[in-house]
Nanobody
Framework: QVHLVESGGGSVQTGGSLRLACVAS?????MGWFRQAPGKEREFVAA????????HYEDSVKGRFTISRNNANNAVYLQMNTLRPEDTAVYYC????????????????WGQGTQVTVSS
């Protein structure tokens, strides 16, 4: 069993920044973030493997969001800049044993979610 604890959500205005953090109870291979807006399905945002090589991003966040990780702390971070109202959602930390499964939304463990609200 892997426990994921997220932090860093909040409310900002358009153009603002937030940094999300997620700490896992054990070392895991692929770590990433998904989000779910009201009335919409959960969608992939970003993911990174253990070596932090070739991070993956959803198209609408490329150039604005940066995913990183600190393996010493079993942590993954999501730096979100130039936030837009359409980024408003509950953001979920996720882990998978392979990157392929992560990118297919085949998730082994989810965090509890943290709310991000961007006002215009």
């Amino acid at each position: 069993q892997v426990h994921l604890v997220e932090s860093g959500g909040g409310s900002v205005q358009t153009g603002g920044s937030l940094r999300l953090a997620c700490v896992a109870s054990v070392s895991v291979y692929a770590m990433g973030w998904f989000r779910q807006a009201p009335g919409k399905e959960r969608e992939f945002v970003a993911a990174v493997d253990y070596n932090a090589e070739s991070p993956h991003y959803e198209d609408s966040v490329k150039g604005r969001f940066t995913i990183s990780r600190n393996n010493a702390n079993n942590a993954v971070y999501l730096q979100m800049n130039t936030l837009r109202p359409e980024d408003t959602a509950v953001y979920y930390c996720a882990t998978s044993f392979t990157m392929a499964r992560m990118l297919n939304a085949d998730i082994d463990y989810w965090g509890q979610g943290t709310q991000v609200t961007v006002s215009s």
